[in-house]
């Protein structure tokens, strides 16, 4: 059974290599890499499968995503033809060969992380397979995509030192502190915690997609309280693990509990026991009664949306246009990804990108 189970894993990742290389667009190369990850969660799910199999899959994801990181790069230079400036595989990107990203299940999030990992040079790509493969552990997006990033940031870093950028900018920041010693002060805080789980039955630990995490130790030292506004509204996306530990965090913060939306979405989830396909976003204030007021013609809403899932951990528009128009100004967002105008947004993987509607 073994011998068998090897022999259509080395066919399967034969089959996926050689499609990789004769990919020359963007939806190829994303059929390759999807099919990688379907070999890795049916790795997962067979016991007589083993590490090396697994990372064999693993690497087909790694390499391709780092090809689309390439061509999405050069997509944004400029428009029509464009090179492959690695080398990696004859790919040529030509404006025909896709409309939007959208059309692909690509979003903004992902494309910026496929970039980084797209960012490392080829031999220390290499050298950090065969070291991850050596000390027995699965290769994964996330690790090689927090390389990337932190190359791009020491280059970012290196950039703004040679212009006299201190590094902060009026609608971002990566130290919340710095708000704080500028006397900022929020009436809507919109935060998104990067949770840590532990378990394999939930998000953290779906194909590496999550870049960094923190125990909710961390989020509740996170200086959130002295960046309230005597009257400020707190939005804060929770997930069934952690319903109960959300009210630590609103204790730690500041704010008293009200209300919450669920967001019910339209795909199939994971889970040990019912296959979740909701997450909640709780509403709690500070310094207001419990006859909580929206402004007038905006008390209409109910308390669940429905929308598809976007990209690993993006939230669907529909609640961010919800909250600019119930809750006051100025607006925080934390664990933010990109900007986004009338917003200051906290992150550590911020883009020059800025958010719009889809």
């Known amino acids: 059974m073994a011998e068998k189970t090897e022999r259509r894993d080395l066919m399967l990742i034969g089959r ?3 499609a990789l290389a004769e990919a020359k667009t963007l939806g190829e190369v994303k059929a390759v890499r999807d099919m990688g990850q379907a070999a890795i969660q049916w790795a997962k799910s067979r016991r007589e499968v083993g590490l090396e199999a697994q990372n064999d899959a693993a690497e087909i994801v790694l390499e391709a995503e780092r090809r689309l990181g390439d061509m999405l790069a050069e997509m944004q230079k ?12 004859a790919t040529v990107v030509r404006s025909h060969d896709v409309t939007t990203l959208s059309e692909l299940g690509i979003r903004k999030p992902q494309s910026h992380r496929w970039q980084d990992a797209a960012r490392v040079p080829d031999p220390d790509y290499h050298a950090w397979v065969t070291k991850t493969r050596e ?13 990337g990033r932190d190359l791009r940031r020491a280059e970012d870093k290196a950039e ?39 378990n394999r039955g939930t998000r953290s630990n779906v194909a590496g997609e999550y870049q960094s995490t923190m125990t909710i130790e961390k989020l509740c030292q996170e200086p959130v309280g002295e960046l309230a506004a005597n009257i400020c509204h707190l939005h804060l996306w929770v997930t069934v693990a ?18 919450e939306i669920v967001w019910c979405k339209t795909q199939m989830g994971i889970g040990n026991y019912w296959r979740l396909c909701h997450e909640k976003l709780l509403l709690a204030t500070r310094g207001e009664t419990s006859d909580l007021v929206f402004p007038e013609g905006h008390k209409n809403h ?3 949306l429905e929308a598809k899932r976007g990209a690993h951990s993006a939230k669907p528009d529909a609640f961010r246009r919800l909250i600019e128009e119930i809750s006051p100004t100025p607006r925080l967002e934390l664990y933010g990804r990109y900007r986004s105008p009338g917003w200051v947004v906290y992150g550590n993987e911020i883009t020059d990108d800025v958010w719009s509607p889809q």
């Open 16 to 18: 996926a290599r050689k």
């Open 78 to 89: 400029a428009p029509g033809a464009k090179g492959n400036p690695r080398g990696r595989g």
């Open 135 to 147: 000390a027995q552990r699965m290769l994964t997006s996330g690790e090689l995509q927090r390389m």
């Open 160 to 198: 703004r030192q040679a212009n006299g950028d201190p590094g902060q900018s009026a609608d971002w920041t990566q130290d919340l502190g710095e708000l704080v010693k500028r006397g900022e002060k929020f009436g809507c805080i919109y935060a998104d915690p990067p949770w840590e789980y532990g």
């Open 242 to 259: 952690f319903t109960f530990e959300a009210k630590r965090l609103l204790d730690a913060w500041g704010f008293t509990f009200r209300s």
């Open 302 to 304: 109910r308390s669940w």
